[in-house]
T-cell receptor
Framework: QKEVEQDPGPLSVPEGAIVSLNCTYS??????FMWYRQYSRKGPELLMY????GNKEDGRFTAQVDKSSKYISLFIRDSQPSDSATYLC?????????????FGTGTQLKVEL | GAVVSQHPSRVICKSGTSVKIECRSL??????MFWYRQFPKQSLMLMAT?????????EQGVEKDKFLINHASLTLSTLTVTSAHPEDSSFYIC??????????FGPGTRLTVT
């Protein structure tokens, strides 16, 4: 069993839809959770960084963490064609950028006009 | 802030030759840099972790003599793929971090070995 599971998609939604992306994990040692967006042939871009269970909002993006269920989500409101990309969840055991990240496989999202 | 660059963005080389990829943190000092490779439609696989001034730590299954990593300064790390073969063709991505911070990724380098 992989430490981090993520549905690879592809996920196709109409413009303006609310998108829900999810990851589950098996290792309770993970304490820090991130969502990255990766456009084709580009490096990942950090979208959200969370620690506590609960919600964190940044513009159209909301990250949700449920440590008791080992489940994290990223919600995108009012989705735009420019949101079309692969979304990767990542997590680490302790804080500090010097610690290894464990990535999900990524979910490919397409927002259609 | 937190911009990471990579050079070159794309490189084609012949089998048996060596290729060097540079990773630079442009506006911060990176205490740790990471090197990943990514195959099409797959996630990032960590190859090695390097701290400035010390030897890199390689992940299991990654040949340290084939993938040479140098982290000579707080803003520069290099990955050299030695005696490259077609199976080394991949997308190589570096990331950099400062103490107590998350990782910031470079734009990636696409290596094609013919």
């Amino acid at each position: 069993q992989k430490e981090v599971e993520q549905d690879p998609g592809p996920l196709s939604v109409p413009e303006g839809a609310i998108v829900s992306l999810n990851c589950t994990y098996s290792n309770s040692a993970f304490q820090y959770f991130m969502w990255y967006r990766q456009y084709s042939r580009k490096g990942p871009e950090l979208l959200m960084y969370t620690y506590s269970s609960g919600n964190k909002e940044d513009g159209r993006f909301t990250a949700q963490v449920d440590k008791s269920s080992k489940y994290i989500s990223l919600f995108i409101r009012d989705s735009q064609p420019s949101d079309s990309a692969t979304y990767l969840c990542a997590m680490s055991r302790i804080t500090g950028g010097g610690n290894k990240l464990t990535f999900g496989t990524g979910t490919q999202l397409k927002v259609e006009l | 802030g937190a911009v990471v660059s990579q050079h070159p963005s794309r490189v084609i080389c012949k089998s048996g030759t060596s290729v060097k990829i540079e990773c630079r943190s442009l506006d911060f000092q990176a205490t740790t840099m990471f090197w990943y490779r990514q195959f099409p439609k797959q996630s990032l696989m960590l190859m090695a972790t390097s701290n400035e001034g010390s030897k890199a730590t390689y992940e299991q299954g990654v040949e340290k003599d084939k993938f040479l990593i140098n982290h000579a300064s707080l803003t520069l790390s290099t990955l050299t793929v030695t005696s490259a073969h077609p199976e080394d063709s991949s997308f190589y991505i570096c990331s950099a971090s400062r103490a107590g911070s998350e990782q910031y990724f470079g734009p990636g380098t696409r290596l094609t070995v013919t």
